[in-house]
């Protein structure tokens, strides 16, 4: 079955530096990649969604890859801010349901 | 306009008693989505509503689990005989139609004593 995979380690970085985050995953290549922001208490909230034959998405300071050679989506949070600290959790579908990865805690440093 | 609403926030039950969790969707939207996310985990799927009707309920981890949505609006999710491993927090999402953004809410924490 397929698996969705986010590196781990929670990632700690100083206010204004670009943060990357990694989601690989592991058999097909799904229709979308979404990406999602998860605060402590609060329910996830939606950032971006990228599709199969889509390389790269903008969102603000928010950017999102699709590399379906190397079956990974990279997102980056660049000129990071404190208020960026937050799990971001990537998920893939090919319909209607969302297979999320673990998340990957993000603190930013003022 | 109002987001996803999930009643209660927050519910402590003991071991075998039944609990019900509710959920709110956007005014308007006709798919919601129920999930359930143990601690340091993503949410995993449980069910699909498409109107009134159950879609997909292939997530439900067994039969004490059983979700409605009569009137294609609310939707509760009925847990029945808890045990301490239904501890988590679950998730109701709704979008304006599948396929398209699921917006969630802040969730249901449930601890089974």
């Known amino acids: 079955s397929q698996k969705i995979e986010q590196n781990s380690e929670a990632l700690n970085i100083q206010e204004g530096k670009t943060a990357t985050l990694t989601c690989n995953y592991t058999n097909y290549s799904p229709a979308y990649l979404q990406w999602y922001r998860q605060d402590p208490g609060r329910g996830p909230v939606f950032l971006l969604l990228i599709r199969e034959n889509e390389k790269e998405k903008r969102k603000e300071r928010l950017k999102v890859t699709f590399d379906t050679t190397l079956k990974q989506s990279l997102f980056h949070i660049t000129a990071s801010q404190p208020a960026d600290s937050a799990t971001y959790l990537c998920?893939?579908?090919?319909?209607?349901?969302?297979?999320f990865g673990a998340g990957t805690t993000v603190t930013v440093r003022a | 306009g109002a987001g996803v609403s999930q009643t209660p926030s927050n519910k402590v039950t003991e071991k075998g008693k039944y609990v019900e969790l509710r959920c709110d969707p956007i005014?308007?939207?006709?798919?919601l989505y129920w999930y359930r996310q143990s601690l340091g985990q993503g949410p995993e799927f449980l069910i699909y509503f498409q109107g009134t009707g159950a879609a997909d309920d292939s997530g439900l981890p067994n039969d004490r689990f059983f979700a409605v949505r009569p009137e294609g609006s609310v939707s509760t999710l009925k847990i029945q005989r808890t045990e301490r491993g239904d501890s988590a927090v679950y998730l109701c999402?709704?979008?304006?139609?599948?396929?398209?953004?699921?917006?969630f809410g802040p969730g249901t924490r449930l601890l089974v004593l």
């Open positions: 999402a709704s979008s304006l139609d599948r396929e398209e953004t699921q917006y």
């Open positions: 005014s308007g939207h006709t798919a």
């Open positions: 998920a893939q579908s090919n319909d209607y349901k969302l297979s």
